[in-house]
């Protein structure tokens, strides 16, 4: 985040006044357009200890991230081993119902590295929600982080904007993993094509 700042870029989180109820087990769902959406949302996030849901290959070789990964017990699939990735996250499950941790998930399934939205899968959140399902889900919008690396890890462009919104919360009781995960979109969808929030 501070060599964002050191570009001449800014890192914007808005909470939009939304207040998260008290003693709830939350799923935050993110869209996902690289990995600088990773850090802040650690950061603003870490009051509720966030566990991210991401691939194994992020494990190693990529500079804070991986260290992150390692060190914040990130939930590590292989996405090519679908009994693999329900597992783990059966396993993230499990730990939600007995720990202070919430669990992020990017539902895209990969990074959109043109900014596009792609269409959300549900399979992550069912099997967590199978686990917690009276979990709160809270959709987060995520503008601009594409744009750092729309030429790939070098040159790095300055005075790009980061923006993260967070959006009105989605009880999932009684409800299906369908119909949040599809919430959840469009309130994202939503977001990302006010003009203020995405340039």
Not at 158 to 187: G, H, K, M, W
Request: charged share 20%.
């Amino acid at each position: 985040m501070r060599c964002i700042h050191l570009l001449g870029g800014s890192v914007r989180w808005n909470w939009n006044a939304i207040q998260l109820p008290e003693g709830r087990k939350f799923i935050f769902v993110a869209n996902h357009q690289s990995m600088n959406d990773i850090p802040p949302m650690l950061w603003f996030l870490r009051k509720y200890q966030p566990i991210f849901i991401a691939k194994k290959e992020l494990a190693k070789g990529i500079p804070s991230i991986s260290f992150n990964y390692q060190c914040g017990g990130a939930i590590a699939i292989d996405r090519k081993d679908g009994v693999q990735a329900r597992n783990a996250i059966l396993g993230l499950g499990k730990r939600l119902k007995t720990q202070n941790i919430s669990a992020c998930i990017f539902p895209e399934g990969t990074r959109a590295r043109d900014g596009q939205l792609k269409k959300f899968q549900s399979g992550g959140l069912k099997t967590l929600l199978s686990e917690v399902p009276d979990a709160v889900i809270v959709p987060i919008a995520i503008a601009n982080s594409w744009k750092l690396v729309r030429y790939g890890f070098w040159p790095i462009p300055a005075a790009i904007r980061l923006r993260f919104c967070v959006l009105p919360i989605i009880d999932a009781t009684n409800r299906s993993a369908d119909e949040v995960i599809e919430q959840a979109y469009q309130q994202i969808k939503l977001q990302l094509m006010k003009p203020e929030f995405s340039s």
